[in-house]
């Protein structure tokens, strides 16, 4: 159609595009979520959650739970898969391992030649050094008062 109109006869291509992305737009609703296998899951994982808690425990008390849940996780060195008491923090991707544990880890790749990959699941960084770890003095202080309750 643009080929055979002449160019004052063309319609306003914006205009249109924007019309048509309104009439798609109105067409989304929440129906389709409840069509969503992922969507549903969360929602019936909710209606657990929320049972199990039965309205005895405020969402900030839930919260707090989570928190602790997490960062007691983080206690984790992900190399020995026991709490840390010595923690260091890589540089560059931001994991959290055991000191000793990733030193060694850094020591005998070296003597294969080999780099180290990041331990932690998921991470991609594949050239961890010695230079690149600090040591993390804040999660060392949550672990030991972890420790003392």
Same mark, same amino acid.
Do not use: W
């Given at each position: 159609?643009?080929?055979?109109?002449?160019?004052?006869?063309?319609?306003?291509?914006?205009?249109?595009?924007?019309?048509?992305?309104?009439?798609?737009?109105?067409?989304?609703?929440?129906?389709?979520?409840?069509?969503?296998?992922?969507?549903?899951?969360?929602?019936?994982?909710?209606?657990?959650?929320?049972?199990?808690?039965?309205?005895?425990?405020?969402?900030?008390?839930?919260?707090?739970?989570?928190?602790?849940?997490?960062?007691?996780?983080?206690?984790?060195?992900?190399? &020995? =898969?026991?709490?840390? %008491?010595?923690? *260091? !923090?890589?540089?560059?991707? /931001?994991?959290?391992?055991?000191?000793?544990?990733?030193?060694?880890?850094?020591? &005998? =790749?070296?003597?294969? %030649?080999?780099? *180290? !990959?990041?331990?932690?699941? /998921?991470?991609?960084?594949?050239?961890?050094?010695?230079?690149?770890?600090?040591?993390?003095?804040?999660?060392?202080?949550?672990?030991?008062?972890?420790?003392?309750?």
């Amino acid at each position: 159609q643009v080929k055979q109109e002449k160019p004052e006869n063309l319609p306003d291509l914006e205009n249109l595009a924007q019309e048509k992305f309104l009439e798609m737009e109105s067409m989304n609703s929440d129906s389709d979520l409840q069509r969503n296998e992922k969507y549903m899951y969360f929602k019936d994982q909710l209606k657990e959650m929320k049972k199990q808690y039965h309205g005895n425990d405020t969402i900030e008390q839930i919260d707090e739970d989570l928190a602790v849940t997490r960062s007691q996780m983080n206690f984790i060195c992900p190399i &020995t =898969q026991v709490t840390m %008491k010595r923690p *260091v !923090r890589n540089k560059v991707c /931001g994991h959290i391992y055991e000191e000793d544990a990733i030193l060694e880890m850094i020591q &005998t =790749q070296k003597q294969k %030649k080999k780099k *180290v !990959r990041c331990p932690k699941m /998921g991470c991609s960084h594949v050239d961890v050094k010695g230079s690149d770890l600090v040591r993390d003095d804040i999660l060392r202080r949550l672990i030991d008062s972890q420790k003392k309750q």
